[in-house]
C-alpha cells in the first residue's frame, strides 16, 4: 500500500520560512516524479514544484526564487523548502508522487502565513 505523508506545515510569519517533508513508502520511490501541489481556500489546486527522477526540477512562476524542491532517495523523502512567505502562499501543501498512469497523493499539510 502507497503512502505519502506530508509534515512540517504550521503557522509562520511573512518573510518567514518553513520546510515541508514528504515521507513516501510502498512504492520505488526513485522511479517517481515527486510533485507538490497547494490548493488556498476558495481556490483550484495548483502545482507549486516537481522534481522528475532525474532530480530536473521546475517550479511555479509565483515560488520562484523563493521555494526549493529536493529529494532523497536514500530515506524516500521529498522536501519543498520555502522561504520569504508571503499571505498568498497560505494554503494545504500535498505532495503527489507521479509514474503515469499511476498517481498517489498524501494527505496534505497545511501552511498558514500571517502576522
Known amino acids: 500500500q502507497v503512502q505519502l505523508v506530508e509534515s512540517g506545515g504550521g503557522l509562520v510569519h511573512p518573510g518567514g520560512s518553513l520546510r515541508l517533508s514528504c515521507a513516501a513508502s510502498g512504492l520505488i520511490f526513485s522511479k517517481y516524479t515527486m510533485e507538490w501541489n497547494r490548493q488556498a481556500p476558495g481556490k483550484q489546486r495548483e502545482i507549486v514544484a516537481t522534481i522528475s527522477s532525474a532530480g530536473s526540477t521546475n517550479y511555479a512562476d509565483s515560488v520562484k526564487g523563493r521555494f526549493t524542491i529536493s529529494r532523497d532517495n536514500a530515506k524516500n523523502t521529498t522536501y519543498l523548502q520555502m522561504t520569504s512567505l508571503n499571505p498568498e502562499d497560505t494554503a494545504v501543501y500535498y505532495c503527489?508522487?507521479?509514474?503515469?498512469?499511476?498517481?498517489?497523493w498524501g494527505q496534505g499539510t497545511q501552511v498558514t502565513v500571517s502576522s
Open positions: 503527489n508522487a507521479v509514474r503515469r498512469p499511476l498517481n498517489f
